[in-house]
């Protein structure tokens, strides 16, 4: 290969990587204001209405859903120092550890003087239902319902890394039976009677009211034809 043909295929190779690099370069900026956007969108659909302490969660409780509304909640709680606010509630549950660090932000809201409101339109169901709690007043749509049920564990690996496993989660089920009892009139001993062996335990608004899981059922009538 003579020098300068050497030279003109040198170049070419030059070019091409580089035109590679400015592509990939360029495709990783798109992702990023990808992701960004529809992290805003997200957290619009699903987290707030409006500025005046309104907020919703209508999906699983994940670490992803509730970062959303942990930011969002404390960016508000920043420009409306105790101001009264309401949480309303469609959920059918999700990450149990997820849950418990909601349940503390909205706890921490509270002790910082907000009045805390959350209402039930749909479902409150398993790690949602122990997020009702964590309200000062606690609502429930009267065609809504609240589900109760034993922690899944899916362990799986070693035996010894199996029995840590269903220890944790034992231990996690315990708290969370303990935080339902402590705001209602059920008793650990019913629970368990209720939802051990993998029983699914459904409460309408009527009976949730009836043993003291929520404050209020809200009946509103449907407008005439």
């Given at each position: 290969?003579?020098?300068?043909?050497?030279?003109?295929?040198?170049?070419?190779?030059?070019?091409?990587?580089?035109?590679?690099?400015?592509?990939?370069?360029?495709?990783?900026?798109?992702?990023?204001?990808?992701?960004?956007?529809?992290?805003?969108?997200?957290?619009?659909?699903?987290?707030?209405?409006?500025?005046?302490?309104?907020?919703?969660?209508?999906?699983?409780?994940?670490?992803?859903?509730?970062?959303?509304?942990?930011?969002?909640?404390?960016?508000?709680?920043?420009?409306?120092?105790?101001?009264?606010?309401?949480?309303?509630?469609?959920?059918?549950?999700?990450?149990?550890?997820a849950?418990?660090?909601?349940?503390?932000?909205?706890?921490?809201?509270?002790?910082k003087?907000?009045?805390?409101?959350?209402?039930?339109?749909?479902?409150?169901?398993?790690?949602?239902?122990?997020?009702?709690?964590?309200?000062?007043?606690?609502?429930?749509?009267?065609?809504?319902?609240?589900?109760?049920?034993?922690?899944?564990?899916g362990?799986?690996?070693?035996?010894?890394?199996?029995?840590?496993?269903?220890?944790?989660?034992?231990?996690?089920?315990?708290?969370?039976l303990?935080?339902?009892?402590?705001?209602?009139?059920?008793?650990?001993?019913?629970?368990?009677?209720?939802?051990?062996?993998?029983?699914?335990?459904?409460?309408?608004?009527?009976?949730?009211?009836?043993?003291?899981?929520?404050?209020?059922?809200?009946?509103v009538?449907?407008?005439?034809?």
């Amino acid at each position: 290969m003579s020098a300068a043909l050497a030279f003109i295929f040198f170049s070419c190779a030059q070019l091409t990587f580089a035109q590679n690099v400015k592509a990939k370069a360029q495709s990783a900026s798109i992702n990023r204001v990808e992701v960004k956007r529809s992290f805003i969108s997200a957290e619009r659909r699903n987290s707030v209405v409006g500025d005046q302490g309104n907020f919703i969660l209508y999906e699983p409780i994940t670490q992803a859903s509730v970062l959303r509304l942990t930011m969002t909640l404390e960016e508000w709680s920043a420009e409306n120092p105790d101001s009264p606010l309401r949480l309303m509630l469609n959920s059918p549950g999700g990450d149990v550890l997820a849950s418990f660090a909601l349940v503390d932000e909205l706890n921490h809201l509270r002790n910082k003087g907000h009045k805390l409101t959350i209402a039930v339109y749909g479902m409150a169901a398993s790690a949602a239902a122990w997020v009702l709690q964590a309200a000062d007043y606690r609502i429930i749509g009267a065609n809504s319902t609240i589900l109760i049920h034993e922690v899944s564990s899916g362990s799986e690996g070693p035996l010894s890394e199996m029995k840590a496993s269903i220890a944790r989660s034992q231990s996690l089920q315990d708290q969370f039976l303990k935080l339902l009892a402590k705001r209602s009139r059920l008793t650990v001993k019913l629970m368990h009677a209720r939802i051990d062996g993998g029983k699914d335990w459904w409460l309408s608004a009527d009976e949730a009211k009836k043993f003291g899981l929520v404050d209020e059922i809200e009946n509103v009538p449907a407008p005439a034809n």
